[in-house]
């Protein structure tokens, strides 16, 4: 059965693919805030919020407005989370939000570059733990499928999750 609604009421730009991390759900944000200038290239502090109370996991995943960067979230306390090493996404001032982990049953998705001989890898809300090739994907398509994950393998980039 197609898929029949194409009015989509929310948008989130993803700068490129991170491997084996669900795309974050905007829709289904539990916590917003600003980046504190004490946040590191892998710790989110925010003494505004409580991540304990809020009920935020290890396994929810944390994105960053202004790098349009996520990332999974490996440890958490009452002020800070911590995430992935390596993945540095939060620029002191930004806004983030983090999402609770299974909370992206699908979304339709734009390819903002790609070209001839592009290469999209993507998984299928239906077979979330698959990856379905796209290849030659051209810059400005939008993929006729419900995707829950981008892979790192793709060449495609700046891509805009649409709900």
């Known amino acids: 059965m197609a898929y029949k609604e194409f009015e989509n009421r929310r948008a989130l730009y993803i700068a490129s693919a991170i491997n084996n991390v669900e795309i974050p759900n905007i829709c289904a944000?539990?916590?917003?805030?600003?980046?504190?200038?004490?946040?590191?290239a892998d710790r989110l502090y925010d003494p505004a919020v409580n991540f304990l109370e809020s009920g935020i996991e290890v396994g929810d995943i944390a994105y960053c407005y202004q790098s349009g960067w996520y990332s999974n979230i490996v440890a958490v306390t009452s002020t800070y989370v911590d995430i992935e090493n390596g993945d540095n996404i939060f620029v002191d001032?930004?806004?983030?939000?983090?999402?609770?982990?299974?909370?992206?049953?699908?979304?339709?998705?734009?390819v903002g570059a790609g070209g001839d001989g592009t290469n999209t890898y993507v998984s299928p809300a239906g077979d979330p733990e698959e990856y379905v090739l796209f290849s030659s994907v051209q810059a400005g398509s939008v993929l006729p499928m419900q995707v829950v994950r981008i892979s790192?393998?793709?060449?495609?980039?700046?891509?805009?999750?649409?709900w």
Request: aromatic letters at 10%; a positive charge; glycine letters at 10%.
């Open 29 to 40: 944000a539990v916590v917003k805030g600003n980046v504190d200038p004490l946040s590191t």
């Open 93 to 110: 001032g930004s806004l983030y939000f983090i999402s609770k982990r299974g909370s992206n049953r699908g979304c339709m998705l734009y």
């Open 152 to 162: 790192k393998a793709s060449d495609s980039s700046s891509f805009v999750a649409l």
